[in-house]
């Protein structure tokens, strides 16, 4: 079986996106912010909520918020979740070949880091704006 790792700094990074990004979520309260010693993340991805809401956080309104199964999760309810998000990743552009809803149910972290990895490159490439960056102005400046 082959060994996958992660960086702890990586990790660390990880969980700073995520809390940044979704710390005041309402949907996400109790849960945040996530700490980042342990498997804080990796759990708190464990029913499907937090990976929708990162996507729709990289490409907003990829997922409806009223799809997302949010009360009484069973596991029923948290692979659906999981489903939407594996489909929705792959929508917005991410590499989700050999992930499955119950890698996320598990929790297994070096397929959670992936994913939330190319969530976050996804969406950084889409705030770039190349027709008025704020940078070109100085092209225009003498000196």
Not at 77 to 91: P, R
Request: aromatic fraction near 6%; include cysteine.
């Amino acid at each position: 079986q082959p060994s996958h790792s992660y960086s702890e700094e990586g990790k660390v990074a990880f969980f700073d996106w995520v809390n940044d990004c979704l710390g005041q979520d309402p949907d996400l309260a109790g849960r945040m912010p996530i700490k980042a010693e342990g498997e804080g993340l990796f759990q708190a991805c464990s029913d499907g909520i937090l990976l929708c809401k990162l996507i729709n956080e990289a490409m907003p309104d990829t997922i409806d918020e009223r799809v997302i199964n949010k009360k009484g999760l069973s596991l029923f309810k948290k692979s659906e979740n999981h489903v939407l998000c594996i489909n929705s990743a792959k929508a917005i552009g991410c590499n989700v070949v050999n992930i499955g809803p119950n890698d996320l149910t598990e929790g297994r972290p070096y397929l959670i880091m992936g994913l939330i990895w190319q969530n976050i490159k996804i969406g950084l490439f889409a705030r770039i704006n190349l027709s008025s960056p704020p940078e070109f102005d100085r092209l225009l400046e003498e000196g």
